[in-house]
């Protein structure tokens, strides 16, 4: 008896710590505006950002959702932000020459900025993504936000990838 009471105690403290913990985490996946250097973006539900990127982007997310069969190891879509040296011209010619089936727009200017989006199809690890860019400059910074999607997910990602483009803008 003498030991029933405490352990009641500490089982009622792990479940209270778990349902925390579990509550917190499924808070990661909602949807948020995200500010940073440079520019803003709303990430959609179902998306965890990191709050470091391992290849030093200025963001970096993926899919709560995987693949299936061969490509159930792989997330169902990534995104991140990086800066480029290049022109906004150059910057598109570079990611558009990495591509397969590749379109590009015309030049076009939102908000004192001028934009390029690039789509196109890209192999990573044999499998077929479908890749959607926005490439855009301000004050002589050319950001790049690329969003890879399995190819069999492009339907069930379509409406977070245009999402997430159109409301990549700079700062």
């Not at 982007?57 to 995104?79: C, I, P, Q, V």
């Not at 910074?141 to 339907?155: G, P």
Request: aromatic share 8%; proline share 2%.
């Amino acid at each position: 008896m003498e030991l029933l009471i405490p352990g009641l105690v500490i089982v009622a403290l792990m479940v209270w710590a778990s349902t925390k913990i579990k509550r917190n985490a499924a808070r990661a996946f909602d949807a948020e505006e995200i500010h940073g250097d440079g520019f803003t973006l709303d990430k959609p539900e179902g998306f965890l950002s990191r709050v470091e990127s391992p290849d030093g982007h200025l963001f970096d997310a993926y899919s709560k959702d995987f693949g299936t069969g061969s490509a159930e190891n792989l997330r169902a879509a990534t995104a991140v932000v990086f800066s480029s040296d290049n022109t906004i011209n150059e910057a598109a010619s570079l990611e558009q020459s990495r591509l397969t089936n590749s379109e590009r727009s015309e030049l076009f200017e939102l908000g004192g900025s001028h934009c390029i989006i690039v789509t196109g199809e890209a192999v990573h690890d044999d499998h077929t993504f479908n890749v959607s860019e926005k490439i855009l400059t301000l004050d002589g910074h050319t950001l790049v936000l690329k969003i890879d999607v399995l190819k069999e997910r492009a339907d069930e990602f379509a409406r977070k990838t245009e999402e997430m483009l159109i409301s990549f803008n700079p700062r």
